[in-house]
């Protein structure tokens, strides 16, 4: 695994297909983002989460938060999870294995042909301030050790209306 990025460090920026079409962009300035990288469509937790995110995503929108999911499937397997899981949030696909490792993220190789069949991220939660810094980084190595979204969501807003700064910011 490369470095991971800390908090309060630049968030890097990456831009990633998106499932429909056009393109997104992780990371950057101009807005606060909640980005989750999610494990792909295999992963009969990753849509328990995301369905969980679908339920709360207006709270993120209350609070000015865009949302990016993103994965390392390719298009066919990530619009595949849009249809058969209802989400109507970007998500983004193609994430490489390079990129997941440049992210800090744990990348797994799938346990037969059956799970999958390439490498992919385990679970990853960055939460990008306006002026493009990370203000909140989860990683996780498991596909059951993730932030609760609503607990998230409430911190997130507690951060924006007290100015809260940035923890872990030495190491």
């Known amino acids: 695994m490369t470095d991971k990025p800390k908090a309060g460090e630049t968030t890097p920026e990456l831009r990633l297909p998106l499932v429909g079409g056009g393109e997104a962009r992780f990371g950057g300035e101009g807005r606060w983002q909640l980005a989750i990288v999610y494990r792909g469509k295999h992963c009969p937790l990753c849509r328990k989460y995301l369905g969980r995110l679908e339920e709360v995503k207006q709270r993120y929108a209350e609070l ?10 390719p ?10 899981w209802g989400v109507s949030l970007p998500l983004a696909y193609g ?12 990348v ?3 346990r037969s042909p059956q799970e999958t069949d390439r490498p992919f991220a385990e679970p990853g939660v960055f ?9 909140i980084v989860d990683i996780s190595n498991a596909p059951f050790a993730r932030p609760d979204l609503e607990g998230l969501a409430n911190g997130l807003a507690f951060v924006q209306d007290k100015d809260y700064p940035i923890r872990g910011t030495l190491g």
């Open 64 to 73: 000015g938060t865009e949302i990016l999911l993103v994965s390392g499937d």
């Open 75 to 84: 298009e066919d397997k990530a619009a595949a999870t849009r249809e058969e």
């Open 95 to 106: 994430l490489t294995v390079e990129q997941m490792q440049g992210l800090g993220l744990y």
């Open 108 to 110: 797994s190789e799938p």
């Open 127 to 135: 939460v990008t301030r306006p002026d493009g810094r990370l203000q």
